[in-house]
Every structure is written in C-alpha cells, then in structure tokens.
C-alpha cells in the first residue's frame, strides 16, 4: 500500500487485535510508523501479533482487557492513554456475534452481546474523548456489521449491539466535529475470520462452527485496507464485503424487498 503520510507517527488502540480485522488492521497500520496499543483478553495471542509486527518493541504495547468486564474499563482506558502519552486513533472493534433464535436467547445472552459489542466501546470512548478535545483532534472507528442496519435471524441480539453503534458514534460526531472529533462506522459484511466460531449459541456458549460465510467470505486482508483507507479519507461510513452489503442498500431505497429477503434468509 502507498505510503499514508495521514499515519505517521500516530497513536492507535485497536480493540480485538488478537485475530481477524483487528490482527489485519494491526498488521497493515504498522507499514507507517505508527505506535499500537492491541487489546483483547488473550494475552499470549496479542503478543504473537505484536511480535509479527515490523514495528520496534517499543511502539507496540500490548494492554490485555476484557469488554464484557464495564468496571474495569475507564481505568483500561486511562492506562492506555499513558502508554504513549495520548490516542489519536481508537478502533473500537472487538465483539462477539450470535446463532440463536429469538425464543432461545436468554436476555442474561443479550446483555452479555450488548455489554461486550456496545457498551464496552462506550466506556472507552467517553473515558478518551476529553483528552482528544482538549488536544483538537482525535478519530473514532467503530466495527459494526451489516446486521448494524437491518434484522436478520438468529442475530436479534447482534444486530441490536450493532443498530446501536450507529445511533451511538453519529452522535458523538454531530456533537463534537466542531472539537476535532472524527468518527468512522465500518459495515462489513462477510469476513473471512473466526467471528462465527465465538458466536453465542442458543446455550449461551460459543458455537464453534465456521460458518459457510465467513469461510467464503471477504478476505480479511481487502477488509482491513478499505477501512484504513476510509479512516484516512475521515469517511464517515466504510462499507466492506460482497454482495451481501447490497442489502443495506435495498433497505434504503427497497425497504419492502429487504424484509422479504431478511425472512427467507437461509437460518445459518
Ligand atoms: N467477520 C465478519 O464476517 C464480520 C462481519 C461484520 C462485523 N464483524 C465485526 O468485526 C469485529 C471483529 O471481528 P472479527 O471478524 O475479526 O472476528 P474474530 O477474529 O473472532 O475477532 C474478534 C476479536 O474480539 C475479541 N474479543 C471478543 N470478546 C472479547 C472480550 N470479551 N473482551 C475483549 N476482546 C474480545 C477477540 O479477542 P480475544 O478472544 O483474545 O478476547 C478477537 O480479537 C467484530 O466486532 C465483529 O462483530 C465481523
């Protein structure tokens, strides 16, 4: 990829950066001399990241947390500011997804789905926001999903968490543009990662399966250079995959025909 001047020397927190988009991203924003902070719960695996990186061991700090814990958050979130002295980018990415009905899904699961892909980059955000005010500028990601425009089944949970990014980040861009703050929603459609090997079953634990999707998916490596680019172009919305992200655009301008085809999707 061409050399990003728009990199350079930037601060980046990237949340879920032990696998798929966030290890991708990880990978791809290191080419440009910018310091990380990769976070997720699995610190062994954060550290084989890190260490792929061509970045000097300096300026990657590997920061372990887990988003399903609120309490913990703020002071994880003041801890990475400490790394190096500020964030210029936070890349709010983690998160889990869901294979469940409706009926079978404890709302203890929907809480859970909330908490770790909503809530958590709440948390982050509100504790980061004032030093990026202060200092006139700082950038936002949020990962959402294509599921983060319309319902689809066995996702109530998730497509909720991701519905609820929306209303979330666009706020806080109509609140603090003037301030500097950027914000950018990331709408990817099918992913070639292990997103559907973690996702909640109708018990509550990971279903372990690699969905047909996601194995044909979008290669994650395309995934992870559009939203760099889109970051870099401040985009506000970044849309990524195939074909599937077509039904967001059906949904706007065919909102009939989205549901039709929202309830004759094939229940995987
Ligand atoms: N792949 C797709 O098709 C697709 C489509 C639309 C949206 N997305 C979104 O893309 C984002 C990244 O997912 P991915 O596709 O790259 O899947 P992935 O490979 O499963 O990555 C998920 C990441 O989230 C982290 N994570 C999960 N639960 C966590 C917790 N409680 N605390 C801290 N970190 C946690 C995982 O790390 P640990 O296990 O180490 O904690 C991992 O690094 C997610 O928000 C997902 O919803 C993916």
């Known amino acids: 990829m061409k050399n990003h001047k728009f990199y350079e020397g930037k601060v980046i927190w990237i949340t879920g950066a032990s696998s798929g988009i966030g290890e991708e991203l990880a990978k791809v924003l290191s080419q440009?001399?910018?310091?990380?902070?990769?976070?997720?719960?699995?610190?062994?695996?954060?550290?084989r990241v890190k260490s792929s990186l061509g970045l000097k061991p300096g300026n990657v700090f590997v920061?372990?947390?887990?988003l399903n814990d609120p309490g913990s958050l703020e002071e994880k979130a003041n801890e990475a500011l400490?790394?190096?002295?500020?964030?210029?980018?936070?890349?709010?990415n983690g998160g889990i997804s869901q294979r469940?009905?409706?009926?079978?899904?404890?709302?203890?699961?929907?809480?859970?789905?909330?908490?770790?892909?909503?809530?958590?980059?709440?948390?982050?955000?509100?504790?980061?926001?004032?030093?990026?005010?202060?200092?006139?500028?700082?950038?936002?990601?949020?990962?959402?999903?294509?599921?983060?425009?319309f319902g689809f089944p066995l996702r109530s949970a998730y497509a909720a968490s991701k519905h609820a990014m929306y209303g979330f980040y666009e706020s806080v861009l109509a609140e603090y543009y003037d301030k500097g703050i950027r914000t950018t929603m990331v709408c990817p459609g099918r992913i070639q990662t292990n997103i559907s090997m973690g996702?909640?079953?109708?018990?509550?634990?990971?279903?372990?399966?690699?969905?047909?999707?996601?194995?044909?998916?979008?290669?994650?490596?395309?995934?992870?250079?559009?939203?760099?680019?889109?970051?870099?172009?401040?985009?506000?919305?970044?849309?990524?995959?195939?074909?599937?992200?077509?039904?967001?655009?059906?949904?706007?301008?065919?909102?009939?025909?989205?549901?039709?085809?929202?309830r004759k999707a094939k229940r995987v």
């Open 32 to 47: 440009w001399n910018t310091r990380l902070i990769l976070s997720s719960r699995r610190r062994e695996e954060l550290e």
């Open 63 to 66: 920061l372990p947390l887990d």
């Open 82 to 92: 400490k790394v190096f002295g500020k964030i210029d980018i936070l890349i709010n």
């Open 100 to 149: 469940s009905l409706v009926m079978e899904t404890s709302v203890a699961t929907d809480r859970k789905i909330m908490e770790i892909n909503y809530f958590s980059g709440v948390i982050l955000t509100k504790t980061l926001l004032p030093s990026m005010i202060a200092r006139g500028h700082g950038h936002i990601v949020a990962v959402s999903s294509v599921t983060g425009k």
């Open 199 to 262: 996702a909640l079953g109708p018990d509550g634990q990971a279903q372990n399966i690699m969905d047909h999707g996601q194995k044909y998916g979008m290669p994650v490596e395309k995934c992870a250079r559009d939203i760099v680019n889109g970051v870099r172009k401040s985009k506000q919305d970044v849309y990524t995959g195939g074909k599937e992200v077509l039904l967001v655009f059906i949904k706007r301008f065919f909102p009939q025909l989205a549901y039709v085809i929202a």
